[in-house]
């Protein structure tokens, strides 16, 4: 049924959608929240009819979304191939049910504060007054995007360390004073090579300048392995845990935040938090057809498993989001990407698309000569904020313009008919047809960032469902870590790498 309805669909104009009357009423949906907040998502320009929403709402509750979904909130095992659950929604609950999320809330928070105020002395008994965090992945991109997001005058300075090449390392060391530097060494495994070959150049200059008691007072650790920390030699009060059950990729709402709380401090992450509580309460509660989450999840799944498109696009038209699209690259394509199911059994039709993604404007004079004249199709989220907050508040409002125009050339093309005159015709002419999806923030404070993340997190969760896939494993990635660990796998170039 979805399967003939698709087709039907691929045949449409979606000029002449967009241009049905009352098309942005029906195909639109404003969630409203405490103090002003707002997010307001715009999907007027996806390739549906009236009756498409009901058709994905009727596979969605075929799925099992709703028992999938309470499964999840429940703490049950929805991590099967880990015999996990997934507790990144406990992690920023109020009042945590694991008590381990409690205990480290408020260990965090308190070392914060107590960081923030000045009374976190370093071996030379000066203050501790900037951070540098080392890990990757889920323990280097969410720390990454708030301080980035979010971070201002108030803010204490942190780099992130996380490639194994030295290079982010070199730069950060030559820019810190041994004495008042925090190394924050965030790995759950605390086995990533990457993470460890940092750690372990990072005391060595720590010893080097303050001699070998240096490193318990100058090195924080965030872990879901605490023997592994304190093995490492990391110092009982500068040791945080996590959850095994708190995916990588999920953690920045666990102590695994630890350097945005560090730069940050307690009162914006906690808003952070309440905006992503908010999000949760709002998947739960809203009916399927009028939740944000569930409709993302649809879409994505409607453009990439229906439509088959093979790429999405993330164009966050505001500078303070330039880490969203990594971010998302690795919460949408480790957790999405994988070719069987959450049984083991073989994926039947077209799997996650890839994600790609630049802020908004530089998108404009890169990926979008392909996105708008490419020979093949793809959708597009763009992520904006209504009241940019800043001072060039025109150039903001000029940015936004612009993001709607890209949006509008998309889906309304410019056919060679409309400029018959001009000998580039057809060099010129756009075809059109590509759906996006317009999410526009009131404004980018920490509620509304925490929102947009749970809101992405749960759109995974989604289309994960429709999909079948266990979104919490990543299997994936482990051959090529033992390839690269075991000398006798390496090809020959491998060779002339060895100085
Ligand atoms: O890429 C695999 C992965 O395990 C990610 O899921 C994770 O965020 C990253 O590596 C870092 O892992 P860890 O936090 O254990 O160092």
Redesign the pocket.
């Known amino acids: 049924m979805l399967a003939k309805h698709a087709a039907e669909a691929r045949e449409w104009r979606l000029d002449e959608l967009l241009d049905a009357p009352g098309r942005f009423g029906d195909f639109s949906l404003r969630c409203d929240a405490p103090r002003g907040a707002a997010l307001l998502l715009d999907f007027s320009r996806q390739r549906l009819s009236g009756e498409t929403p009901g058709l994905l709402k009727a596979l969605a509750e075929a799925r099992g979304l709703d028992a999938a979904r309470a499964a999840l909130f429940a703490g049950e095992v929805v991590n099967p191939s880990e015999n996990r659950a997934a507790l990144h929604p406990d992690a920023r609950a109020a009042n945590p049910v694991n008590a381990l999320l409690t205990e480290q809330r408020e260990r965090v928070g308190a070392f914060a504060r107590r960081f923030r105020a000045g009374e976190v002395p370093g071996a030379g008994s000066r203050p501790l007054t900037r951070v540098v965090n080392i ?7 969410g720390v990454r995007l708030l301080c980035s997001a979010l971070g201002d005058a108030n803010s204490r300075p942190v780099d992130f360390v996380a490639e194994m090449d030295g290079v982010e390392l070199e730069r950060a060391l030559s820019r810190s004073d041994p004495a008042e530097t925090l190394f924050v060494l ?7 090579a990457e ?1 460890l070959a940092n750690a372990y150049s990072a005391r060595h200059w720590l010893t080097a300048a303050l001699g070998e008691d240096a490193p318990a007072r100058h090195i924080a650790a965030v ?2 392995n605490a023997e592994a920390m304190a093995a490492w030699g990391i110092a009982p009060d500068m040791a945080f845990l996590m959850p095994d059950a708190v ?3 999920y ?1 920045i709402w666990s102590a ?1 935040g630890l350097s945005a709380w560090l730069s940050l401090g307690s009162a914006c992450m906690n808003e952070f938090l309440d905006g992503g509580r908010w999000m949760d309460r709002h998947f739960l509660e809203a009916p399927l057809e009028a939740g944000m989450p569930v409709l993302l999840g649809l879409l994505a799944f409607w453009n990439q498993s229906l439509l088959e498109h093979s790429t999405q696009l993330l164009l966050p038209y505001d500078t303070r989001l330039k880490w969203l699209p990594a971010y998302l690259q ?1 919460l949408e394509m ?1 957790s999405l990407g994988k070719s069987v199911d959450a049984h083991g059994l073989p994926l039947k039709g077209k799997g996650v698309a890839a994600l790609l993604g630049v802020t908004g404007s530089s998108a404009q004079h890169s990926i979008m000569q392909w996105a708008q004249q490419g020979a093949r199709a793809s959708s597009a989220d763009f992520i904006a904020v209504r009241d940019g907050g800043g001072a060039y508040p025109r150039m903001h409002s000029e940015a936004l313009r612009q993001m709607l125009a890209q949006a509008e050339a998309l889906a309304r093309g410019l056919p060679q008919s409309a400029i018959a005159s001009d000998p580039l015709a057809s060099h010129k002419a756009l075809p059109g047809g590509r759906p996006s999806n317009l999410l526009l923030l009131e404004r980018l404070d920490p509620w509304h960032l925490g929102a947009l993340i749970a809101l992405y997190e749960h759109k995974v969760f989604v289309q994960a469902t429709l999909l079948g896939v266990n979104p919490f494993d ?1 299997w994936g ?2 051959h090529a870590k033992r390839l690269a660990a075991d000398p006798l796998s390496q090809p020959p170039l491998a060779k002339l790498l060895d100085d």
């Open positions: 890990g990757i992945g889920g323990s280097d991109l965030c790995s759950k495994s605390f086995s990533t993470t872990s879901a995916g990588g990729r953690s695994a690795q480790e990543q990635v482990e």
